[in-house]
């Protein structure tokens, strides 16, 4: 028999819940771990909240990386090799998405502009991927959220809720896997050509 070797969980990598008594209640994607004296890994919820019938993103929560190995020890978490199959319109090129939402008289479609214009949101805290793991410290994360909000403010909203929009922004990128194509909205067929309507005889 092969000896039990611990293996440290990696970012990117998911891990689900097998048993009720484990430190994890939800499967999680992980976004950064810290052996050794730091003992710390950072973990996003990969399943978004639903309220008032509006999907949302949860934050990352930060964990001693001791207790999540025990519990993988214990068979209470398990690592899930293959990951999680993204939405389709998560992965889908632009092209793909102009295929399948396409408006006529649109060049682009409503959820390809609308993924764009979200990735921009949030693309100077996400770019460099050194500053990205900055984020996970929630006092930095808070406080480059709130100069990223000064900057983008054109009067339209308050900056509160322009703060509130780019920490869901950034949570539902986390959670996709840190990708551009995660923050693809989850309305998308509202946007797309619809069915042909068939005019009923009165």
């Not at 090799?81 to 649109?106: M, N, W």
């Not at 983008?152 to 308050?158: A, F, H, P, S, Y």
Request: proline residues 7%.
């Amino acid at each position: 028999m092969m000896p039990y070797i611990r293996r440290i969980p990696v970012p990117g990598e998911i891990i689900d819940q097998k048993h009720k008594s484990a430190c994890l209640a939800e499967t999680c994607r992980v976004l950064d771990v810290h052996d050794g004296p730091c003992n710390r890994i950072v973990v996003i919820p990969v399943t978004p909240r639903k309220s008032k019938g509006r999907l949302y993103f949860v934050g990352p929560c930060i964990m001693e990386l001791s207790k999540v190995l025990n519990d993988i020890d214990q068979h209470w978490l398990t690592i899930l090799l293959q990951g999680v199959t993204p939405r389709a319109d998560a992965s889908a090129k632009d092209e793909d998405l102009d295929k399948k939402y396409l408006r006529r008289g649109q060049e682009m479609s409503n959820p390809r502009l609308d993924r764009a214009a979200r990735y921009a949101i949030i693309q100077p805290l996400v770019a460099d991927p050194e500053n990205r793991k900055l984020l996970f410290d929630p006092q930095v994360r808070s406080e480059r959220i709130a100069a990223r909000a000064l900057e983008l403010d054109d009067g339209k909203r308050t900056i509160a809720r322009t703060k509130k929009m780019i920490a869901e922004l950034l949570n539902q990128f986390w959670a996709g896997g840190s990708e551009p194509g995660a923050l693809t909205p989850f309305s998308g067929a509202k946007g797309g050509r619809g069915k042909p309507r068939i005019q009923k005889r009165k």
